[in-house]
């Protein structure tokens, strides 16, 4: 509603009513204003004052009444022959002029108040507000506007009412928030809307479809894409790549070698000790190197990432990889796919690994002699070896098997440890993908305490927890269509994998008879 148009369209000069007058508020306006009238009535003087409840443009109207009949006529007459009489008339007069003074000054005090009400409206700033969850917008030198002009071609040609209807709309972190209510499929609307977005505005602007979290209703978001730019970092990106990579590969050769792991300051006096390490380092690097390929295949086009960072352990070697997603994921579904194209490609050669050392004799004739109550330690692992090795793997007698066995099943905790639904972990952007954001974030939360008591049993779990509590317990960053349902056939593949590093890192509770096979 164009304000100071209506205000003056129905205003009039008060100077061409001289007696008194009838001041009055459109009726259009008057609920929507939040008026209060108010009457004071003096002798031959009706006079109609509006006190404003809101800061709101109003519209005047003026119009004449007709004067009261005046039956002092005679008197007036009489009382100017008698002298210098003072009359009623004249005393009248002065206050009516008086009150008309008043009101005058009274309705143009309104108007210039509301003229600057209206131009604050006109000028209002869309910079702040909650930002994004997991999305940290660039600080520009000066606050970014969004003109009114924008935001009315936003709600009355980009949205309509075949896609998202507009109800109102609030400021946000860099840009304007939406409320309203969606029509149709929400990744036709999301199309639609972006088209002619683009055909308005170009790539000024960048769209999110979301959840308001405050009442479960989809929302829709325009964000200025200058503030989306990512942030740059002191250090470069391969260098810190590279070291962590370096230190990675040092605690991949140690850990294949028990004789340092006793004492590893004495490590760097037998640093020759640590080519006997390259052979687990290598099938463990395999299952880590084909899992990160998993990703970059499953990204294509539509999801670029970073420089991987390769965490180092002690324990197995390596917690896996830390990536950066760099772009904006268009929509859940393409998140689904990458997340869990990792895991899946790793696992699946984990597995293969795994079977082969059980099948494939040591090199050297003897192996590795460990004790059966190992593969306790993983309900997947035990159960795969009780049917591979049958009899042979009984409670308390120790077996010898190829160290290949040893080294696919750090690579397959590798996978599982990643595949926990937590934070940015390709578990917990599974998780995200196919439950939506706040279902995840619970999902989180519950992922870290149990880590939190199994740290209470295993190293392993401890430095897990920190980790994902320091540099992987997100937000995620939003998607842009945060609303569309993923394919159920990847909602199937996602599960699976959670299911898998599940049954990985639980253990083996029944003992390893012959009973043990057929309950398996």
Not at 80 to 89: A, F, K, M, V
Not at 150 to 165: A, C, M, S
Not at 372 to 389: D, I, M, P, R, T
Not at 397 to 414: C, E, K, R
């Amino acid at each position: 509603m164009d304000f100071p148009a209506t205000f003056r369209g129905n205003s009039f000069p008060l100077s061409h009513y001289s007696s008194c007058c009838y001041i009055r508020f459109h009726p259009s306006l008057l609920s929507f204003a939040g008026l209060k009238e108010q009457r004071i009535s003096h002798r031959g003087l009706k006079l109609y004052q509006f006190s404003s409840l809101a800061k709101r443009g109003v519209a005047c109207r003026v119009t004449e009444t007709q004067n009261e009949p005046d039956g002092t006529n005679d008197k007036e007459k009489d009382g100017s022959e008698g002298g210098d009489q003072p009359s009623s008339s004249d005393s009248l007069t002065e206050d009516k002029i008086q009150l008309d003074s008043q009101a005058v000054d009274e309705v143009n005090n309104a108007e210039n108040k509301n003229q600057g009400d209206i131009q604050d409206i006109d000028n209002v700033e869309v910079a702040s507000g909650s930002p994004l969850p997991g999305l940290k917008t660039q600080q520009l030198d000066e606050s970014f506007r969004i003109p009114r002009e924008t935001i009315e071609i936003l709600k009355n040609q980009v949205f309509g009412f075949d896609t998202f209807f507009v109800t109102s709309q609030d400021p946000y972190e860099g840009g304007v928030l939406f409320k309203g209510n969606l029509r149709g499929e929400a990744a036709k609307s999301y199309e639609k809307i972006t088209k002619r977005m683009q055909d308005n505005f170009g790539d000024v602007y960048k769209l999110f479809l979301l959840i308001n979290p405050e009442d479960d209703k989809p929302v829709a978001v325009v964000i200025p894409r200058k503030t989306l730019q990512p942030e740059t970092t002191a250090v470069p990106e391969w260098f810190a790549a590279a070291a962590f990579g370096l230190v990675t590969v040092f605690t991949l050769l140690l850990r294949n070698v028990p004789a340092l792991q006793s004492n590893l300051l004495s490590t760097f006096d037998n640093l020759d000790l640590l080519k006997d390490g390259l052979s687990g380092a290598l099938v463990t690097a395999l299952v880590l190197g084909v899992h990160e390929l998993g990703h970059i295949l499953a990204a294509g086009d539509r999801v670029k990432f970073g420089i991987p960072y390769f965490v180092p352990s002690w324990q197995i070697g390596s917690f896996g990889a830390i990536t950066r997603i760099l772009n904006i994921v268009p929509k859940r579904e393409d998140l689904l796919k990458v997340a869990v194209a990792g895991p899946l490609a790793g696992f699946s050669v984990g597995f293969l690994l795994y079977i082969l050392g059980f099948i494939l004799p040591p090199s050297d004739g003897i192996g590795v002699i460990v004790d059966s109550s190992v593969f306790h330690e993983s309900f997947l692992a035990g159960g795969l070896a009780k049917l591979v090795l049958g009899d042979a793997l009984k409670e308390g007698t120790p077996i010898s098997v190829n160290p290949l066995v040893i080294w696919a099943w750090a690579g397959l905790l590798i996978n599982a440890i990643n595949s926990i639904p937590a934070g940015e972990l390709d578990g917990g952007r599974i998780a995200f993908s196919i439950w939506g954001r706040k279902a995840s974030a619970r999902i989180t939360g519950v992922s870290i305490v149990l880590l939190g008591l199994a740290s209470l049993f295993s190293d392993v779990a401890f430095y897990w927890v920190a980790l994902i509590f320091f540099l992987q317990r997100g937000p995620i960053a939003p998607i842009s269509d945060e609303i569309t349902d993923p394919d159920q056939k990847y909602v199937g593949l996602g599960i699976l994998v959670l299911l898998l590093g599940l049954l990985v890192c639980l253990p083996f509770p029944f003992p390893f008879t012959e009973e043990a096979i057929s309950n398996f």
